[in-house]
């Protein structure tokens, strides 16, 4: 059990940092190409990605028992 809550820590954090970075740098070319190096779309894109980050985190562990789209059975 403690392994699969060390593999879900590692998979949130790597999709975290992924999302992020995607939004930050879709947000840089949005802001050199359309909003005349504005930094609203940098911050706005970057947030988008943390907050989608976040939101994948909070589903993956409040389903403590589905592990890669099997049931796993309670080991008590």
């Not at 879900?8 to 740098?25: E, N, S």
């Not at 504005?38 to 592990?67: E, K």
Request: with cysteine; aromatic share 12%.
């Amino acid at each position: 059990m403690a392994d699969e809550h060390g593999r879900k820590w590692d998979r949130c954090f790597a999709d975290t940092v992924v999302k992020t970075a995607t939004g930050l740098g879709v947000g840089v070319v949005f802001s050199v190409l359309l909003f005349k190096r504005r930094t609203w779309p940098v911050s706005f894109g970057s947030g988008l990605g943390l907050g989608m980050g976040y939101a994948n985190c909070q589903h993956d562990f409040r389903s403590p028992y589905l592990i890669h789209g099997h049931m796993a059975k309670d080991q008590q």
